[in-house]
């Protein structure tokens, strides 16, 4: 059982980390869990979760590839005569 005010910091524990709060808001979440000790419990494991989530998410693309779907993004192949003739029968 958590005390309501636990349950409403905990639900900014995103913003908070990841600094979109306002001042003010992010000034009671961070008393708070210098007040509370389940809360700074649970902080740290949802820091820790987004730790390990950001670095799976980071692409390990080598400059070189990126470089190369930027090249594809910008100058797209031209649609053929196949691709035109299909479009005009749909
Ligand atoms: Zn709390």
């Known amino acids: 059982m958590t005390a ?3 349950d409403q910091v905990r639900s ?9 709060l306002s001042s003010e808001l ?3 979440v961070k008393v708070h869990l210098l007040t509370c000790e389940s809360c700074r419990e ?3 494991l949802l820091v820790a979760c987004i730790g390990v989530i950001r670095r799976i998410e980071v692409p390990a693309v080598p400059p070189r590839t990126l470089r190369k779907i930027v090249d ?3 100058h797209p192949p031209l649609p053929g005569p196949d691709l ?3 479009l005009e029968t749909i």
Do not use: N, Q, V, W
């Open 42 to 44: 649970e902080y740290g």
């Open 72 to 74: 594809t993004l910008s």
């Open 4 to 6: 309501p005010l636990c």
């Open 12 to 20: 900014r524990f995103d913003d908070y980390h990841d600094g979109l």
């Open 26 to 28: 992010s000034e009671s």
């Open 84 to 86: 035109e003739h299909g």
